[in-house]
Structures are given as C-alpha cells and as structure tokens.
C-alpha cells in the first residue's frame, strides 16, 4: 500500500474483526498524531489451501481477516518506520 500512502495519503491496516470504523480512526489518531479523514473497511475472507506432499494431501485454509484503508488529512504523513 505504499503507492497509496505515497500518492493518495492512504494507508492500510491489519485490524480486529471487531473494531468499527470509529474505533480504527480513533486509535490512528491516538497513535501517529494525524487527523483521519476517512476510514474504508474490509472483510477479507479465508481462502482454502491444498498441498501435495510424500506423506498424502494436506488440506487446511488461510486466516480470514479485516483490513482498513485509512485516509488523512492533506499534507500530513504517518511515518512507519520512526519507531524502529
């Protein structure tokens, strides 16, 4: 999502299933000191997953999971990589 944050100032989130949209703004606020504009939400679904090995077929799924595009305000940045 790096194009996006570069060019659009939007960035995307790993997010709990759970969280709604005023949550997810409140906590990007609270955590990169940006005032959010809009926040976009969603569900990605498990997608099922199928291996051949010597020991037969070893079937199973992925995670599913919620994602959030977050967009700030004009002019403003949330800089991932200051913390490390």
């Keep these: 999502m790096t194009q996006q ?3 659009l100032n939007r960035y995307g989130f790993k997010v709990q299933k759970d969280a709604n949209k ?36 070893i079937k199973g799924s992925t995670s599913a999971y919620k ?7 004009d002019g403003e940045t949330i800089d991932f990589y200051s913390n490390i």
């Design 22 to 57: 005023i949550e997810i703004k409140q906590a990007v606020e609270a955590l990169y000191n940006v005032t959010v504009n809009d926040v976009n939400t969603i569900v990605v679904a498990a997608k099922k997953k199928s291996r051949f090995t010597k020991g037969g077929v």
């Design 5 to 7: 944050g570069e060019k």
């Design 67 to 73: 994602k959030a595009i977050v967009t700030v305000k």
